[in-house]
């Protein structure tokens, strides 16, 4: 038995690194156990930091992705000062071209601008003639999540965080409604408080309606790094140029359970539409592809706070916007375990909206 101190974070994606720093800067010991961080959606992500170009409805979700896009400048400059390392992130802007004119076009947000036929080709050339407007969102940008969750674990490490990579749990073990301990592997741990923080897998442990949404994603490389220096989201296609010249091309959207690795039809779909938008990448290089798969929810909000047991704390179902509400999860969730403040906001993305307390027994 290895009795951890205070917090044992299980999932080692950018959710509960997240939480893990934050709770160990205000003084926490942390555990986190983490099976594979290759699987880890926050891998495969695009790093789109994008409330307004994903046309998040307006309400308590809108309202919490820009709060944490807001917190985003602040939070990564603190987390690349603690560790020398970058994190990519662009407060770039967003460019939504459309194909068809909304009959209507009212801005989402008050910073959006509407741009017409005339005016969006002559900000972004390159775009496909058939394209009549789009939004333009300067307050979206994007983060190489790559590079993030890669100094988010230096960071992790650097306050004392006790990271354990590759070891995954395999039960839950629940006595009098509490968690009583985690079984992995090798051995048995306890704690005082428990977050569930494994993302597309949270089902396997506790059931939770979080299920896997495939995406299938691409790379070119630009022939410069400024052939291309904001987003462009269009309908079902986005393209994410990194500052180092690696344009990132996302996603399918596929309900196929855990059905593993890329396939012609759907790298084929990606680039067909890419091409649609954005005419000059015909002829760019492309370097790689890869996969992961969104932790989605029916109701397509975040799962976040108490759960059914008193010591077990819910950080799950980000879906496809995990990376953009990493740092306000971890400040939610951090002032929760510590009892700081529960912010009323937390109240909308509880895991009783699905079900009543007494349905939710973990699997052991
Ligand atoms: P994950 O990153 O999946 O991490 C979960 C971790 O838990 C994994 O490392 C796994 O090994 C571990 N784990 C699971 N089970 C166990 C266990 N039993 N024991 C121990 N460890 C376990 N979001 C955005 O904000 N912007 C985007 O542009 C964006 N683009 C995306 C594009 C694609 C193709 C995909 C797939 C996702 C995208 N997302 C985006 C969504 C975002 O990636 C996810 O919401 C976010 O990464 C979820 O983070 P997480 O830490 O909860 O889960
Ligand atoms: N947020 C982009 C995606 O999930 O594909």
Redo the contacts with the bound molecule.
Sequence with gaps: MNATNDILI????????AIAVELRQRGASVTV?????Q????????????PYAEQIPAGSMLELCTRSRQMYGDWTGKLENLTGLATGYNPCGILSPVFELPHNPTPLAPTSSWLNQTEIHAFQPGLNPDILGGWWHPEDGQVD?QKLVHTLRQAAKILGVNLQEG????SIIQKSGKIDKILTQNQDYQAQTYVL?????SS??IPLPVRPI????LALRMPTPQSLERVLFGPNTYL?PRKNGRLII??TSEEVGWTPHNTPQGINALLQRAMGLYLPIADWTIEDFW?????GTTDEFPILGPSAYDNLVL??G????????APITATLIADLITHEVTDPLLTSFNSDRFFPKSDFFPKS
Excluded: C
């Design positions: 299980i999932g080692g994606g950018i959710i509960g690194l156990l983490s099976r594979d961080f699987e880890a959606a926050s891998h495969a992500a695009a790093g789109m930091l994008a999540n070891t995954a749990v395999q923080a494994t993302g597309s897998w396997e442990l495939k995406g299938q994603m994410v996302g996603a996969w992961g798969f969104r932790p950080a799950t980000h879906y496809r916007n995990g990376i953009l509400l």
